[in-house]
DNA sequence: ATCGGCTATGCAAACGTTTACATTCCGCCG
DNA sequence: CGGCGGAATGTAAACGTTTGCATAGCCGAT
């Protein structure tokens, strides 16, 4: 730890400036002396003292990750998405997850202030007014599956609308005319705009379609609550569409151990095809989402940030989703039905 | 960006050395003066540079996470605990995972070498030549579930042989005497352990058991493919001990694709307790390793160890492990058979 | 009333880099 | 042969903190 610099260009017989110009490869130094100091460098096993390149040069080749206690897999693969990006591009990366309360995260995100050079921001509570509130404005972010619809930053939503909405006509496509959704939690950004393409999709059909509203909160619990009452229901719908996986693997399992037979009684669908959906008993139909390209994209559209600091044109975007149709809902092969372009401005409002 | 600790003395009319008392808590700061000092601070919104304060109290407050590429739920659970630990101590976590080669690991340490006050280990192939090689021996470490018996670093290995040998214990003590092990791959540390201990279980058994190993790699895969054979043959083991969750349920998969089932016909039992093994038809009797536990915990040993900078006097823990009784082995309901003491210190070679 | 000691505050050095600018060296052209 | 230009190298300032030391108050005791 205690070789710096001075040491090597002591060694070398050199100025420290030459020291730094050779080991960061610039210009205007002889090949010869070059690799005198390269030599050196190596057999005093030096390692530039990071805090005091970044404090002259105000860049700390790292990027903050902050995300909200969520889902094992998710998070798991997300960060694994953004991991790879980032070492393919020399960069650190900072997490700090599992925040509780909005105070917490906003004490992260202060505290992060300063040793990341951008920060990708994942929580599906956040708004506008509280990125204000704790993000310096000349630090780049970009804002995954977010409702802040905020023009000063890069916003990287997966489309919770487009899948919810495909899932839902293939149900109706596959003849089910009683469906019924679980909810996620009030509030949550993904899960309302998971609703709406229910609704929609429902609202579209030219068939007439029974469906019902389900309030859940994304938990394997309420999916389990949700499936006993439909044990015990006597108008039980034909199909099930659950926000997410693990309310429809909840749903499952109490419709297994309530004598209910999926798919023959009821089809099931979740959203997220998390690597448990694919191990269940039947393997369960769901919406994919790609989650390690999520995050490496995200953080490919962070680092152009601060490369060019250059504004983004572009800065909105939903990464597709695919339905993935396995036997929890009658067919008996894995199959990707419908694929949606891969990447594309949000144009669903005009 | 700009403000700085001038900018704040300038305006609380005090010197830069008087801001820096007042914020960081120092003694000898009049109340009153502060209170003015904090006043303005905030006001301007002031955050300390934090590359400048590292370069000179040679502190970065932040601890390195090396990390293999591995299962997601594994990793998610301990980068979990990590950063939970971390947090409540005021540290950040920088993250590093997915090095396929040994060579990309080392130049990750070499990188965090710097950055980081710290850094912990995971890695079932790194060795203590790697180690000494690649990690500079002034920063304080602990290694997680490695092979490495360096007296130089903390190391905290979950109990694998212990769980392995409890887990063969209660199958032998349900009364199944032909047991089939499912090994993990070639030269993985946590993988020879948990062979061991099924060996040693085996072995010190008052019955004759008909024990069987069979080869598998920790993936899904491998397990289904021994499932197959199993279906297929016409001497099947009664009870199937597999290394690993993840091989355990391909097994599991392959068995019921076969007409073979579980636990009636073969009882089935894992390794880890992934959530995922809940959730499966019949759920998976498996040993418990707490991995939040194991990070929070492997955390707070390194934390420890640059507080005080006092070399600990004990270097090797074994976070213990429960066995989980499901469906998979006979019993109806879950429940916890055995719990073996907290942490204690490996004793068990004497 | 004066002095001693203690506390609050200020001054300035130091941390290890990068980089603008200065200097040296060398060869080439006039 | 002398100066000139360009390349290689050196010098030193700057980045934003913390902290040892100096200094200036202030209060109480003799």
Chains 1, 2 share one sequence.
Request: aromatic residues 4%.
């Amino acid at each position: 730890m205690a070789v710096t610099i001075k040491d090597v260009a002591r060694e070398a017989r050199v100025s420290v400036a030459s020291v730094s110009r050779a080991l960061n490869g610039s210009a205007n130094v002889t090949e010869i002396t070059r690799r005198r100091i390269i030599g050196v460098a190596e057999r005093l096993r030096y390692v530039p003292h990071s805090a005091a390149r970044s404090l002259i040069t105000r860049r700390t080749q790292t990027v903050g990750a902050l995300l909200p206690d969520l889902f094992g897999e998710f998070f798991s693969e997300l960060i694994r998405g953004i991991d790879l990006a980032a070492r393919a591009r020399g960069l650190h990366l900072l997490v700090s997850s599992s925040h509780g309360n909005p105070s917490e995260a906003a004490a992260a995100l202060r505290a992060m202030q300063g040793r990341v050079d951008g920060v990708l921001v994942m929580s599906p509570h956040v708004d506008a007014a509280f990125l204000s509130q704790h993000l310096s404005d000349t630090l780049p972010a970009v804002l995954i599956n977010t409702p802040a619809q905020s023009s000063q930053y890069i916003t990287l939503n997966i489309d919770n609308y487009g899948g919810a909405l495909a899932m839902t006509k293939h149900l109706i496509d596959s003849g089910f005319r009683s469906i019924a959704f679980i909810t996620g939690p009030h509030g949550n950004f993904d899960a309302s705009e998971r609703l709406r393409g229910f609704n929609d999709a429902v609202a579209a059909s030219e068939h007439r379609i029974d469906a019902t509203i389900l309030p859940g909160d994304f938990s394997e619990e309420s999916g389990h609550c949700i499936g006993q009452r439909l044990v015990e229901s006597t108008a039980r719908p034909r199909a099930v569409f659950a926000a997410n996986d693990m309310m429809a693997i909840g749903c499952l399992l109490a419709l297994t151990e309530g004598g209910v037979r999926v798919p023959n009684d009821i089809a099931l669908a979740g959203f997220d095809d998390i690597p448990i959906a694919r191990f269940v008993n039947p393997p369960l139909t769901t919406v994919r989402v790609r989650i390690a390209d999520l995050g490496r994209s995200a953080l490919e559209q962070l680092a152009q940030q601060f490369d060019a600091s250059n504004v983004p044109a572009l800065n909105e975007q939903e990464p597709s989703c695919d339905i993935v149709v396995r036997a929890s809902c009658g067919n008996r092969f894995d199959s990707t039905v419908s694929s949606l372009e891969a990447s594309r401005p949000s144009a669903r409002h005009t």
